[in-house]
T-cell receptor, first 114, second 114 residues
Framework: GAGVSQSPSNKVTEKGKDVELRCDPI?????LYWYRQSLGQGLEFLIY????????KSGLPSDRFSAERTGGSVSTLTIQRTQQEDSAVYLC????????????FGPGTRLTVT | GQNIDQPTEMTATEGAIVQINCTYQ??????LFWYQQHAGEAPTFLSY????GLEEKGRFSSFLSRSKGYSYLLLKELQMKDSASYLC???????????????FGRGTQLTVWP
């Protein structure tokens, strides 16, 4: 079946502009995660949605970052007033609600803030 | 908090065996994952351990000791295509959650030489 998809694959924006990144999880997966990865660095957790529970927002670096998940499926990560330090690859992952619950990652969105 | 440690870099030759160690300190341990990430690509799931012992899957094996907070990933018969970053991740559920988010180490960059 289809995997996790993300759009756009690349985004170049000017400092101060807002951006929206989209994630389509695997159909039926109840959990959805956002991470970001700077060049040569590990994965930095941002936010985690699980079913209808309140999201775990503990990883969001500032109030410029927000995310929502509509209808328990598609998610949008919004970064307001982008800064150069926001430049990174933003990865989305989803997992099911049985078995190992391993996360399946999308291809990522490479964000460059100029 | 959660703390995941793994070596930054390792090198090995084709056909050899390499062991990548991971130590962790977490509360609410709920499973340990290993992911492989090739440069410019998203992480892909390799293995999962939740009970002590060795899990073998082809050329890859993963070991877990919960009492020691220790895991390793063993790669046998190394091939050039195994050159990648290997990420150790611990799932920690809080408040009795059976799921929970993953906490990733910074990754071990493995280079396989001919």
């Amino acid at each position: 079946g289809a995997g996790v998809s993300q759009s756009p694959s690349n985004k170049v924006t000017e400092k101060g502009k807002d951006v929206e990144l989209r994630c389509d999880p695997i159909s039926g997966h109840t959990a959805l995660y956002w991470y970001r990865q700077s060049l040569g660095q590990g994965l930095e957790f941002l936010i985690y949605f699980q079913g209808n529970s309140a999201p775990d927002k503990s990883g969001l670096p500032s109030d410029r970052f927000s995310a929502e998940r509509t209808g328990g499926s598609v998610s949008t990560l919004t970064i307001q007033r982008t800064q150069q330090e926001d430049s990174a690859v933003y990865l989305c992952a989803s997992s099911g609600d049985r078995g190992r619950y391993e996360q399946y990652f999308g291809p990522g969105t490479r964000l460059t803030v100029t | 908090g959660q703390n995941i440690d793994q070596p930054t870099e390792m090198t090995a030759t084709e056909g050899a065996i390499v062991q990548i160690n991971c130590t962790y300190q977490t509360s609410g341990f709920n499973g340990l994952f290993w992911y492989q990430q090739h440069a410019g690509e998203a992480p892909t799931f390799l293995s999962y351990n939740v009970l002590d012992g060795l899990e073998e899957k082809g050329r890859f094996s993963s070991f877990l000791s919960r009492s020691k907070g220790y895991s390793y990933l063993l790669l046998k018969e190394l091939q050039m295509k195994d050159s990648a970053s290997y990420l150790c991740a611990v799932r920690a559920g809080e408040g009795g959650s059976t799921l929970g988010r993953l906490y990733f180490g910074r990754g071990t960059q493995l280079t396989v030489w001919p």
